[in-house]
């Protein structure tokens, strides 16, 4: 399947360790190297799996990564008397803070923005990653809760079925307006949903591809009630002309 994406969305290294972090509740002045690596390069695997353009500082992080394990995967020489060393993780752990902290910061720097606009009563539109819905706020899925949903599907797929050869019978284009045909009948579609409708690998790779393509066109918006839960796919508001109307337009 020749199709490159290249994601604007698409955060950086840091954001995936701190997601890494985050999802398993993990220490992060305490980071279990192995555990991370390993996830780590897994995302990296599944980016290549569905041909994303990886930015080269991923790649970088990965050999840091290693570097690190192997550090503390070597054993102490007996009967050497050694100076206390500094931990092998201590130069990542005050990026990702350092980090963590610019990304809090810039948070609050959007928040305040949107308080400035209400006092000036004109038409506001929700926040950049804040989505209104009559059940409440929902927030904008990053790529790796994509990644991390996509990662579940193909796990749950039965193992007759993950290695079935099929024919390449499902294209991004028919699977993206099929998908918005979906959004017409109804405002919001579980991502799990779409998942779980495909018949093989192909089609969730398809899907997946579809997904980020329509996010990457701001057609649709991935949200969720709060971090690591259900995803939702919905309409963005935003576009003025439907897909199908712009891209008869453009031909």
Do not use: C
Request: hydrophobic share 45%.
């Amino acid at each position: 399947m020749s199709y490159k994406i290249k994601l604007e969305v698409f955060e950086g290294p840091l954001d995936l360790l701190l997601y890494l972090v985050k999802k398993d509740h993990l220490n992060i002045y305490d980071i279990p190297i192995a555990q991370v690596t390993e996830q780590y390069l897994q995302y990296l695997e599944l980016m290549k799996l569905l041909d994303l353009n990886i930015a080269g500082e991923f790649l970088v992080m990965a050999a840091t990564l290693m570097e690190i394990k192997s550090k503390m995967l070597l054993p102490a020489q007996e009967g050497q008397i050694q100076e206390e060393e500094e931990d092998p993780r201590g130069e990542l752990v005050r990026r990702l803070l350092e980090y963590e902290k610019f990304k809090e910061v810039a948070e609050d720097l959007r928040q305040r923005e949107s308080s400035r606009q209400e006092v000036f009563k004109r038409p506001i539109p929700m926040a950049k990653n804040e989505i209104p819905d009559e059940g409440g706020v929902y927030f904008e899925a990053s790529i790796f809760d994509l990644i991390n949903a996509f990662s579940q599907a193909l796990k749950d797929i039965p193992k007759e079925l993950f290695y079935e050869v099929v024919k390449d019978e499902f294209t991004i284009e028919d699977k993206v307006h099929q998908i918005l045909h979906l959004l017409l009948e109804k405002p919001r579609v579980l991502l799990s949903e779409l998942f779980s409708q495909a018949k093989n690998k192909l089609e969730i790779i398809v899907t997946f591809l579809s997904i980020l393509e329509l996010i990457r066109l701001k057609e649709i918006v991935a949200v969720q009630k709060a971090l690591f839960q259900e995803i939702e796919i919905v309409r963005n508001k935003e576009s003025i002309l439907p897909y199908e109307r712009r891209t008869e337009e453009k031909n």
